[in-house]
């Protein structure tokens, strides 16, 4: 599985836009880029994925460089439930083992009132 | 609607006992995915289904461990003679779709073994 880098830790203030990196320069050309979050004390939860065109959605925009070498999770008022673990995550939905979620560690993101 | 469903959501057994744990997925969703996480960690995946048919295995860590669906729906997840680094957090997941769709994930159970 191709394998993706992110920070350990990020901090934001509440309502600012909070941008989160995530590098995967091993990404083929079948790979979707996903992000799930995971809340304090819960299972983790969708939050957005794309191919290669940035993408909108209630929660969050995903920007994906031109290259999709890295991608960019953006919160655009963050507030004090965002404060979560962020995933991004690599799947080959053109695989069986594109099914699973292979989690790495993820960001922590810490959003201070 | 209900979400995903597990149980029992706290487990303490003692060392060499069995456990099975068990997932109500979505209603109607065709795939189910269980996960394992550690304190700490991301979760880490163990095996999944499409309807009854286990696809893939592959996560699971040894021969203690092992998972079943047998009308399609609900599953349950068997660890024989347990060992105290069994102890983790086991999440079950469902999808609407297989091969890629979205996964939702339920409340876990936490599973402790002296």
């Known amino acids: 599985d191709a394998k993706t880098t992110q920070p350990n830790s990020m901090e934001s203030n509440e309502e600012e836009p909070v941008h989160l990196p995530c590098n995967h320069s091993?990404?083929?050309?079948?790979?979707?880029i996903h992000w799930y979050r995971q809340l304090p004390s819960q299972g983790p939860e969708y939050v957005i994925h794309g191919l290669t065109s940035n993408v909108n959605n209630r929660m969050a925009s995903l920007a994906i460089a031109e290259d999709r070498k890295s991608s960019t999770l953006i919160l655009h008022r963050a507030t004090l439930r965002d404060a979560a673990v962020y995933y991004c995550?690599?799947?080959?939905?053109?695989?069986?083992?594109?099914?699973?979620?292979?989690f790495g560690e993820g960001t922590q993101l810490t959003v201070n009132p | 609607g209900a979400g995903v469903s597990q149980s029992p959501r706290y487990k303490v057994t003692k060392r060499g006992q069995d456990v099975a744990l068990r997932c109500d997925p979505i209603s109607g969703h065709v795939s189910l995915y269980w996960y394992r996480q550690a304190l700490g960690q991301g979760p880490e995946f163990l095996t999944y289904f499409n309807y009854e048919a286990q696809q893939d295995k592959s996560g699971l860590p040894n021969d203690r461990f092992s998972a079943e669906r047998p009308e399609g729906s609900i599953s349950t997840l068997t660890i024989q003679r347990t060992e105290q680094r069994d102890s983790a957090m086991y999440r079950c997941?469902?999808?609407?779709?297989?091969?890629?769709?979205?996964?939702?994930f339920g409340p876990g159970t936490r599973l402790l073994v002296l």
């Open positions: 997941a469902s999808s609407l779709e297989y091969q890629g769709g979205t996964q939702y």
């Open positions: 091993t990404i083929s050309g079948t790979d979707y």
């Open positions: 995550i690599l799947r080959d939905i053109g695989e069986t083992s594109g099914s699973r979620l292979t």
